[in-house]
DNA sequence: TAAGTGATCTCT
DNA sequence: GAGATCACTTAA
């Protein structure tokens, strides 16, 4: 069988604009190896939180020990537990001193950000770690390309807190085809 | 619609 | 230290 080796995406990818990432990443893959075994999903579901001014962001407030990876450099795992019992897995994009980070919210048949790491066994050990295939975690872009139509912008979830404006603003990402 | 759940942040 | 708050899910 052909040895495919899709480009795995890394820094050069991440480091960009966190809303253009957000935008391309429904259609890549969310790859997870765990005892050998390597399973993956494509994306289908994202949402960007972006800056120092985006009251819906964790950063907004400044760096704290929680958010301090997201004031790294791209392309880092952010992941911290939310309402108790949910593992959110984000992905830090742009660069180091400015706060951005992209929460994957669904890939393939899991949807939802909570049952997402969940059924791909995720917890806050990746926190801080690089994307990268040798850490058992990473995104791989194997040459799907998801025409913009059918990629619909949409407001954030679980927001409200964030005021009107930021509340609304369509920051979250979803593949149709897939939804 | 509401409860479960525990780390984290913001006050004292 | 105490109290409030949460980038959610599930069961009714």
Request: with cysteine; glycine share 10%.
């Amino acid at each position: 069988m052909l040895k495919t080796d899709s480009p795995v995406l890394d820094t050069r990818f991440f480091n960009r604009p966190t809303l253009k990432v957000a935008r391309d990443l429904p259609g890549k893959y969310l790859c997870r190896r765990i005892k050998g075994k390597i399973l993956s999903q494509p994306l289908v579901e994202v949402e960007a939180y972006d800056g120092f001014d985006d009251k819906a962001s964790h950063a907004h407030r400044g760096s704290t020990p929680r958010n301090a990876v997201m004031f790294g450099p791209a392309g880092y795992w952010y992941v911290y537990l939310c309402y108790g019992m949910h593992w959110m897995l984000n992905i830090v994009t742009g660069p180091s001193e400015y706060p951005a980070a992209i929460l994957l919210r669904g890939a393939g048949e899991f949807s939802g950000p909570g049952r997402l790491t969940k059924a791909l066994q995720i917890n806050n050990t990746f926190n801080g770690k690089q994307v990268t295939r040798s850490n058992g975690l990473w995104v791989e872009d194997r040459g799907v390309t998801v025409p913009a139509k059918e990629v619909k912008r949409m407001p954030r979830v679980g927001v409200d807190y964030a005021g009107p404006v930021w509340t609304k603003k369509p920051y979250r990402f979803v593949w149709n085809a897939h939804a």
